[in-house]
């Protein structure tokens, strides 16, 4: 007997419906977490819009002696699956707030990308986008590196 692949249920397409941007999280200290990013990524992917931001993002960097992902493993991950990627501890709020900036920052310009070839064209309200600056204080790098308690 075949295996039989299931067929996304209404539920599971209306949880992606309208997503511009997701975090994949997983936990540094334990590697099947970062193993399974390949199944989440093919899942969102499958349901979610095309230009969707995703960012891999490694938890508990303030455990780095229990480390069993490498970061060059998740670079070379991210690299391979064009995602944005970074290094957070929850616990010490370590690059949590640059994450969400990154990922937010991203959308941004996506959608203003759409509406500059669009024209006038209102995306959720009835205001466009246009002239509205996001700052990013110290945001030098884009997010596409990691690393946050290195060094």
């Known amino acids: 007997m075949g295996m039989v ?5 209404s539920d599971q397409c209306i949880y992606y419906r309208g997503a511009v941007g997701a975090m994949l999280v997983y936990d540094l200290t334990k590697r099947q977490s970062f193993d399974h990013m390949a199944r989440w990524l093919e899942e969102l992917r499958g349901h979610a819009d ?4 995703i960012m891999l993002i490694a938890n ?7 480390r ?16 944005y990627f970074m290094e957070t501890s929850a616990l010490e709020s370590t690059n949590v707030e640059n994450a969400f ?3 937010l920052k991203e959308i941004y310009t996506i959608i203003s990308k759409k509406t500059l070839t ?3 064209i209102t995306y959720g309200s009835s205001q466009t986008l246009k002239g509205t ?3 990013v204080p110290g945001d030098s790098d884009g997010g596409k590196k990691g690393g946050c308690c290195q060094g």
């Open 118 to 120: 669009a024209g006038d």
């Open 133 to 135: 600056q996001i700052v």
């Open 60 to 66: 508990k960097c303030d455990l780095g002696s229990f």
């Open 101 to 103: 900036k990154t990922v």
């Open 68 to 83: 069993a992902v490498p970061t060059e493993d998740a670079q070379e991950f991210a690299e391979k699956e064009n995602l």
């Open 5 to 9: 692949e299931e067929e996304p249920s």
């Open 50 to 53: 095309k230009n969707i931001v």
